[in-house]
Every structure is written in structure tokens, then in C-alpha cells.
């Protein structure tokens, strides 16, 4: 099946600062979302976006359908945005339908 | 609200005691699916649904059942839990099957089940 890579695994940073987060899949993909999985365990749909570049206030996103890489862009962190961030990728010609998720990016924002 | 609501969100039960855990969305997706998320495996896909009386195993479907009888409902069954079923359980759901033109899921809250 398809494999999703997500790094850096872990990352801890101060209040304010910006971070680059990678995701890297092994074969070519009619879906990419990202999300963040808050500290009371729930996904919060961040972007979905198979190919270009999205933002959304802080954050923004660019995936590069061709080189088979998504980047996910915080600016500005705040506290709030600790948690889990998660890359998932459909099934593109797989057996199940579903999205392959990468086992994810845990991010701790210091205040 | 176009949401995706779970019930129940917590629940400890014990070993062999039938379970239901209740999924439903109000955006009239055709798609929806159960994941599971063990600390270490990630989230894992159980079963899906591609539409009515449409379902379909995922990757982990080895103690589950689930029904689509309607097109906003979609439930999870548990016929004899055991403690590996211990898990954080989402369910999701789509406007399309996976595979075409907008595919993007949206997931509940999810349900901490334990099983003793």
C-alpha cells in the first residue's frame, strides 16, 4: 500500500515562532488533507489539498502532487496550536477506500 | 451546524457485552467510515460505506459489524468486545466515494472506548 511519511517527528518550539512541517507519500494520490489532533483527541480538518497551495490565517499549506510532498506552514505559534498534526492520503488505486494517515508531527508550542 | 456526531464519547464495558456505537452526519455525504487509533499504529480504517446498504471492509475489520440502513446513519457494532478493542474510534464521512473529483472527509469527535 501507499506509505506516508510525516517528519520531523517531534518539535518543540517557543511562543511566536514559525515552523515547517513535511509529509511525503510514495505514490501518486487524489487526496491530501492535513490535520491537528487537539490534546482532547480530536481532528480538526486543516486543509484538504491534492495539489497547490492553500492558507488559512497562520497557516498555509503546499502540496507538490509531482514530487509526491506535501509542507505545512505555521506562522506566528501560539499555544493553542500544540497537539498532533497528521498528513492522510487516499487509497489512489488501492484495495479499500480510506485515507492513509502518517504517523504524524507532535508539536509542543512553549509560552 | 454541518457537523459529524459520535455517541457515546466514552465508554468502559467489559468483555463480551454487545456494543453500539452511533455515528451520523447532516451533510448528505454518500461516504462514510469507521478508523480506529492505537498509540504506535496510527489511525486504521475498519469498514466504509460508499452509499445505502453499501459496505465494504478496511484494513481492520476482524470484531466489528456495521450497517448502513440510512444514508445520515452509520453505526458501529461491536458483537463481543474484547480488550483489544480498546481504542480511540472516529468515524468520517465524504460527499463522494474516495477516488473522485472532491473527496475531502470530515471526522467526529471520536469515542474512547475501553474494554476490560
Known amino acids: 500500500g501507499i506509505q506516508v511519511e510525516q517528519s520531523p517527528p517531534d518539535l518543540i518550539l517557543q511562543e511566536g515562532a514559525n515552523s515547517t512541517l513535511r509529509c511525503n507519500f510514495s505514490?501518486?494520490?487524489?487526496?491530501l488533507q492535513w490535520f491537528h489532533q487537539n490534546p482532547w483527541g480530536q481532528l480538526i480538518n486543516l486543509f484538504y489539498?491534492?495539489?497547490g497551495t492553500k492558507q488559512n490565517g497562520r497557516l498555509s499549506a503546499t502540496t507538490v502532487a509531482t514530487e509526491r510532498y506535501s509542507l505545512l506552514y505555521i506562522s506566528s505559534s501560539q499555544t493553542t496550536d500544540s497537539g498532533v498534526y497528521f498528513c492522510?492520503?487516499?487509497?489512489?488505486?488501492?484495495?479499500?477506500?480510506?485515507?492513509?494517515f502518517g504517523k504524524g508531527t507532535h508539536l509542543i508550542i512553549q509560552p | 451546524e454541518a457537523q459529524v456526531t459520535q455517541n457515546p464519547r466514552y465508554l468502559i464495558t467489559v468483555t463480551g457485552k454487545k456494543l453500539t456505537v452511533t455515528c451520523s452526519q447532516n451533510?448528505?455525504?454518500?461516504?462514510m467510515s469507521w478508523y480506529r487509533q492505537d498509540p504506535g499504529l496510527g489511525l486504521r480504517q475498519i469498514y466504509y460505506?460508499?452509499?445505502?446498504?453499501?459496505?465494504d471492509k478496511g484494513d481492520v475489520p476482524e470484531g466489528y459489524k456495521v450497517s448502513r440502513k440510512e444514508k445520515r446513519n452509520f453505526p458501529l457494532i461491536l458483537e463481543s468486545p474484547s480488550p483489544n478493542q480498546t481504542s480511540l474510534y472516529f468515524c468520517?464521512?465524504?460527499?463522494?466515494?474516495?477516488?473522485?473529483?472532491?473527496?475531502?472527509?470530515?471526522f467526529g469527535p471520536g469515542t474512547r472506548l475501553t474494554v476490560l
Open positions: 460505506s460508499m452509499n445505502v446498504e453499501v459496505t
Open positions: 489539498i491534492p495539489s
Open positions: 492522510a492520503v487516499d487509497h489512489s488505486g488501492g484495495g479499500a477506500d480510506g485515507l492513509t
Open positions: 451533510m448528505n455525504h454518500e461516504y
Open positions: 468520517a464521512s465524504s460527499p463522494v466515494g474516495l477516488g473522485k473529483t472532491y473527496n475531502e472527509q470530515f
Open positions: 505514490d501518486s494520490v487524489n487526496n
